[in-house]
């Protein structure tokens, strides 16, 4: 089963994704995670990537498109993949019809989370992570179980994303409306996208999502 989450910066699409690939095995692959994984090794793409970042704006679409192909064509996704902030322009959304058509693979699912615009903010101005596994957390809605120690792995440093200030998070949501929603008719008119109220708990949410992948026999 192959789909994508989309929605707005804080809507969820992260903890959805790494809930899937735990409870169906579906590899996730999210455009974000890679290029902060670039801007952390200091390669040439991370330098240039993480300027931009910081900004809340997109990188070029051919880069992006490249990096995407390199990863659904090359990778192993034995149960199918999560995509997790990509595509994000329609120049996206038709690459990677053309790239799923090359290689005979279908897309099941479109899956967009719906949330208002203050509660993003919120989100995403309390959200931190765990620095050794990458587990995530919030200051109000996830917080570990004891204090400052990880769930996951005992871990006991934590980071934030250097775009999750006020001022990025703006950015990032303008961007959104204006780069990113057209995609959302694109879609539509192929009666692939399918919409989840993504204000609701983290536990409710999940349930909506695994109600289309159970439609018709998942
Ligand atoms: P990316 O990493 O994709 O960031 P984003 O789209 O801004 O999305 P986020 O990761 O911030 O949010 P999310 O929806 O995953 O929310 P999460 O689950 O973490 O992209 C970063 C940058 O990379 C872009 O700005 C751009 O520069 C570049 N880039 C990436 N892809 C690109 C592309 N395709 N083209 C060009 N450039 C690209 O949840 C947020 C918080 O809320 C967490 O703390 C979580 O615990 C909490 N939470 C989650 N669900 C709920 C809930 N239901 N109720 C309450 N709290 C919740």
């Known amino acids: 089963m192959n789909l994508i989450l989309l929605g707005p910066p ?3 699409k992260g903890t959805q994704a790494k809930r899937l690939v735990d ?4 590899k996730q692959l999210a455009t974000g995670d ?3 994984e670039e801007v952390s090794k200091g390669t040439e793409l991370g330098q240039k990537a993480g300027k931009i970042m910081a900004e809340g704006k997109l990188l ?3 880069l992006i498109i490249d990096m995407i192909m390199h990863h659904v064509l090359s990778g192993e996704q034995k149960n199918g993949f999560i995509l997790d902030g990509f595509p994000r322009t329609v120049a996206q959304a038709e690459a990677l019809d053309h790239m799923l058509a090359n290689k005979g693979m279908d897309l099941d699912h479109v ?5 208002d615009e203050d509660a993003l903010v919120a989100r995403l101005v309390g959200r931190f992570a765990c620095g050794k596994c990458g587990a995530g957390y919030h200051d109000v809605f996830h917080k570990p179980t004891q204090d400052g120690v990880c769930d996951q792995c005992g871990g006991t440093e934590f980071t934030r994303r250097a775009d ?4 990025a998070i703006r950015a990032r949501l303008q961007v959104y409306r204006q780069q990113t929603m057209p995609i959302l008719p694109y879609y539509r008119r192929c009666g692939a996208l399918k919409s989840v ?3 609701a708990d983290i536990a409710d949410v999940a349930q909506q999502i695994d109600s289309i992948l159970d439609e018709n026999g998942g």
């Open 23 to 26: 409870s169906r095995g579906l």
């Open 60 to 62: 070029p679409d051919e």
């Open 111 to 115: 899956i967009e989370l719906q949330v």
């Open 197 to 199: 109220d993504g204000m």
């Open 164 to 167: 999750d200030t006020e001022q």
């Open 34 to 36: 890679m290029l902060r």
């Open 10 to 12: 804080g809507a969820g």
